[in-house]
């Protein structure tokens, strides 16, 4: 399918004609979290332009919540065995990627998150190679760099995998620099392309009744968003809600599930503030949700974008968060929201009591937020940015069944042969 253009006949508007129809694999993970809503948002986004979008992974995205032209779902099976103490995940997924690629005549294949993902497309790409030109491009999310793929156990198949893709992007200028130190990349050019929100359905919105049933004698609401990991740090957004109270009648609305969750209930209770905690657990709806919040609070340990601070800022809510990586790329100190060192939640509670008792400032804030997520964040301004990094990878020279089979006739290793390796490196 590579360089087809779009059938004239189709129904797609003229211009689309025009362009390049690609087939595009896209892995991530399924479950709640961020990098899969970005690869999914993403697929969705590249549908809508007409491209023939695979999703690869164990179980439907979530975000995938409906018919979808153009859209595909590739479930990886994973055979159980006795000997097999641990899941095989990993190679169940490579197998899986050679079927697609070769049936769906794939032209990228673009993983989130670099482990197992990374290190599975290079497996699938090795074992196509003869008969097709994949190109693999990898996108980093944050702790497959900033934690676990740190560990000994996997920091050289991470930096392997890295060196190996076609095509390298993070999701924050943060994320790069950790990238390039923490692995000692030298000759891999990665790009920086920003997480994106579709700015039209992440908009501020009427109250979804939230704010009656939880705050129904006017109290502030302030909300968290996440999926309750120790980096999270929910626990503090209790804290913080804890000093709020000394001087403004306010609730915390906590969204979504995980570790941590039952220490936060534990911690509210400690403090005898339960009553002024509600967790709502996993919601769909966000949209509305997040409309509902005064403030949104994200004071995380580490975290490579922060994808949920853009979320609110889309709805028209002020963020108070921590310098943490990638976050002050996202939320402007003093215009869009405020920032403070991890686990200050004092100061956290002052910056939310100066947003929450100053109407004009916070009005302020909250037309920047907003202003902020359109005009840098909007689907509409970073999609393209996807787009042409692929048309670029496949621009370039092939690497075919061809000259793979001569090279190996004459016994040598074909990708040192042409260089082809090397073609990417810049
Ligand atoms: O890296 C992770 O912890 C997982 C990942 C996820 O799937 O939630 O989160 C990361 O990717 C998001 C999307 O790009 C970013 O918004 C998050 O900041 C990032 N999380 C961390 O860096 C902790």
Do not use: W
């Amino acid at each position: 399918m590579r360089g087809r253009k779009a059938a004239d006949n189709s129904h797609f508007l003229k211009e689309l004609s025009e362009r390049t129809v690609m087939n595009i694999g896209i892995v991530c993970y399924p479950t709640y979290g961020g990098s899969g809503v970005v690869a999914t948002e993403l697929g969705k986004a590249l549908a809508m332009e007409g491209h023939q979008v695979h999703f690869i992974t164990y179980a439907m995205p979530f975000r995938l919540d409906g018919f979808y032209n153009n859209v595909f779902y590739h479930e990886v099976e994973m055979p159980n065995y006795p000997l097999f103490e641990f899941q095989l995940y990993t190679l169940a997924l490579a197998s899986k990627m050679v079927d697609v690629i070769r049936y769906e005549k794939l032209d990228i294949l673009h993983v989130h998150y670099a482990i197992p993902h990374a290190t599975s497309a290079y497996l699938a790409k090795q074992m196509i190679q003869k008969e097709h030109d994949i190109k693999i491009v990898t996108t980093l999310h944050g702790t497959d760099i900033t934690l676990i793929g740190l560990e000994p156990s996997f920091l050289p198949l991470v930096k392997f995998a890295i060196e190996e893709s076609d095509a390298v992007t993070s999701v924050s200028r943060f994320l790069r620099e950790k990238t390039l130190t923490n692995f000692n990349i030298k000759n891999k050019e990665i790009d920086v392309i920003p997480n994106f929100i579709d700015t039209e359905l992440y908009t501020p919105s009427l109250d979804c009744g939230l704010r009656k049933q939880y705050a129904p004698q006017g109290e502030k609401i302030l909300m968290h968003v996440s999926n309750f990991r120790p980096v999270k740090r929910v626990s503090d957004t209790v804290r913080i809600l804890h000093e709020v109270l000394k001087s403004v009648p306010a609730k915390l609305i906590l969204i979504g599930d995980g570790p941590d969750r039952s220490e936060a209930e534990r911690l509210s209770r400690e403090l005898g503030i339960a009553e002024h905690v509600r967790f709502l657990g996993k919601q769909t709806g966000l949209p509305q949700i997040l409309s509902a919040a005064d403030v949104f609070l994200l004071p995380s340990q580490s975290e490579s974008f922060g994808l949920s601070a853009l979320e609110a800022m889309s709805c028209g809510v002020p963020v108070v968060a921590t310098s943490s990586g990638g976050i002050p790329e996202v939320v402007v100190h003093g215009e869009t929201g405020y920032i403070a060192e991890i686990g200050d939640t004092e100061r956290m509670a002052k910056y939310v009591v100066d947003l929450l008792t100053n109407a004009k400032k916070h009005k302020r804030f909250s037309e920047a937020s907003r202003q902020r997520a359109v005009e840098e964040f909007e689907t509409k301004l970073l999609l393209p940015h996807y787009t042409a990094l692929y048309e670029r990878l496949l621009a370039q020279p092939q690497h075919n069944s061809v000259s793979t089979a001569n090279d190996a006739s004459n016994g040598l290793n074909s990708s040192a042969q042409n260089g082809y390796i090397m073609d990417f490196v810049v």
